[in-house]
């Protein structure tokens, strides 16, 4: 049984679809004004080959058309540790679905007729860069942050914050600091090593290294991805994951050398991405989910006028609740940070199939 009441005839049809064999899903993301990087299948097959999650692409059709007017991407994730339920999607910021809100139970519907022993399914919306920001769903502990593209990018860079922004990006260039694209695994390695690095300074395992190698080898040859690099004297110092999309561009992953901040690695990388988006005519730049708990961190990304947004999360039942796994958190981010990298990574791998 369902948590849903029966609804009345509808004039619409939602159908599981296979993107591997039925172009339409794709063509519909990429030309939807809301279509993200996130709605495209390419993404959904690197969360499914890094964690074995079971995707569930729903696409509605209206009676008597094969023509979609509307899709919600899903994945299906069972866990011995944390459950098994529906969500869209796993490691995912936001996914806000592409349909209107009247639609959505219904689809819900499907997925439980689909996964019958889920917990609950769990949607991620975004509130609306156009400001008609809907309702649905609880406001989540995170925002994102997200600049406006529109207009000329000189007035853009004169707008961001003078200090932090602007006179860091000058010293960038003038310390010798070059921006480049990353093409190779090799490329791909030294990221990597890179995000660890980090990742254990905050006390948190990295994600298997598997994720970043399927983004690269599936979302780059599809032109989804961009790989930035920030080098000093030919080593490279920062770099990050950039998912791109006709409308908006996500920085999804980045990191840089810690000892090296004082040459502002982490300024050039954010305003080369953002003029790249930009000449490309792009009309938004993500810089991503932070807590509302890391002010520095906002702070960091409100003096680049990215305006806020709320992340709201959806739940069916609306009772439901996401695993937590927060006890003693405090203690193992201690603990982690004193871990070898070696053995940090293998808790990543271990862990995080279980988080999505």
Same mark, same amino acid.
């Given at each position: 049984m369902t948590p849903f009441q029966n609804n009345k005839k509808i004039d619409y049809t939602w159908a599981e679809l296979d993107p591997r064999n039925d172009p339409r899903w794709d063509e519909y993301v990429l030309g939807h004004p809301e279509g993200t990087a996130y709605h495209h299948s390419a993404w959904a097959q690197v969360l499914s080959e890094t964690y074995g999650y079971t995707p569930l692409f729903l696409g509605m059709t209206l009676s008597g058309t094969s023509q979609l007017a509307g899709i !919600?991407?899903? #994945?299906?994730v069972n866990s011995p540790l944390t459950g098994k339920r529906v969500v869209s999607l796993p490691f995912t910021a936001y996914c806000t679905p592409l349909v209107a809100e009247e639609y959505i139970e219904e689809a819900v519907r499907f997925a439980y007729n689909r996964f019958p022993k889920v917990s609950y399914v769990e949607l991620k919306f975004l509130e609306s860069t156009k400001g008609d920001e809907g309702q649905l769903g609880v406001a989540?502990?995170?925002?994102?942050? !997200? !600049?406006? $593209? @529109?207009?000329d990018i000189d007035e853009l860079f004169r707008s961001f914050h003078y200090s932090c922004v602007r006179k860091r990006v000058r010293h960038a260039n003038k310390k010798g600091l070059t921006f480049s694209l990353g093409e190779s695994e090799s490329h791909l390695r030294q990221i990597y090593k890179l995000i660890v690095k980090v990742r254990r300074s905050h006390g948190l395992p990295p994600q298997p290294y598997e994720l970043y190698y399927n983004i690269y080898r599936i979302l780059l040859p599809l032109n989804l991805l961009i790989m930035p690099l920030v080098e000093f004297n030919g080593n490279i110092i920062a770099g990050g994951f950039v998912l791109k999309s006709k409308h908006i561009w996500h920085l999804e992953y980045s990191a840089s050398d810690h000892r090296l901040l004082d040459l502002a690695p982490n300024p050039m990388l954010f305003w080369e991405c953002i003029k790249m988006a930009h000449q490309a005519g792009a009309n938004y730049f993500d810089l991503g989910r932070t807590s509302i708990w890391n002010n520095s961190l906002l702070e960091f990304k409100d003096r680049w006028q990215a305006k806020r947004h709320v992340i709201r999360n959806l739940y069916f039942p609306q009772n439901a609740k996401a695993p937590a796994m927060k006890k003693n958190r405090e203690i193992l $981010?201690? #603990?982690? @940070?004193? $871990?070898?990298a070696t053995l940090l990574k293998w808790i990543g791998r271990v862990l995080y199939p279980h988080m999505g």
């Amino acid at each position: 049984m369902t948590p849903f009441q029966n609804n009345k005839k509808i004039d619409y049809t939602w159908a599981e679809l296979d993107p591997r064999n039925d172009p339409r899903w794709d063509e519909y993301v990429l030309g939807h004004p809301e279509g993200t990087a996130y709605h495209h299948s390419a993404w959904a097959q690197v969360l499914s080959e890094t964690y074995g999650y079971t995707p569930l692409f729903l696409g509605m059709t209206l009676s008597g058309t094969s023509q979609l007017a509307g899709i !919600i991407p899903l #994945m299906f994730v069972n866990s011995p540790l944390t459950g098994k339920r529906v969500v869209s999607l796993p490691f995912t910021a936001y996914c806000t679905p592409l349909v209107a809100e009247e639609y959505i139970e219904e689809a819900v519907r499907f997925a439980y007729n689909r996964f019958p022993k889920v917990s609950y399914v769990e949607l991620k919306f975004l509130e609306s860069t156009k400001g008609d920001e809907g309702q649905l769903g609880v406001a989540s502990s995170y925002v994102d942050h !997200i !600049i406006s $593209l @529109k207009g000329d990018i000189d007035e853009l860079f004169r707008s961001f914050h003078y200090s932090c922004v602007r006179k860091r990006v000058r010293h960038a260039n003038k310390k010798g600091l070059t921006f480049s694209l990353g093409e190779s695994e090799s490329h791909l390695r030294q990221i990597y090593k890179l995000i660890v690095k980090v990742r254990r300074s905050h006390g948190l395992p990295p994600q298997p290294y598997e994720l970043y190698y399927n983004i690269y080898r599936i979302l780059l040859p599809l032109n989804l991805l961009i790989m930035p690099l920030v080098e000093f004297n030919g080593n490279i110092i920062a770099g990050g994951f950039v998912l791109k999309s006709k409308h908006i561009w996500h920085l999804e992953y980045s990191a840089s050398d810690h000892r090296l901040l004082d040459l502002a690695p982490n300024p050039m990388l954010f305003w080369e991405c953002i003029k790249m988006a930009h000449q490309a005519g792009a009309n938004y730049f993500d810089l991503g989910r932070t807590s509302i708990w890391n002010n520095s961190l906002l702070e960091f990304k409100d003096r680049w006028q990215a305006k806020r947004h709320v992340i709201r999360n959806l739940y069916f039942p609306q009772n439901a609740k996401a695993p937590a796994m927060k006890k003693n958190r405090e203690i193992l $981010l201690s #603990m982690n @940070k004193r $871990l070898p990298a070696t053995l940090l990574k293998w808790i990543g791998r271990v862990l995080y199939p279980h988080m999505g």
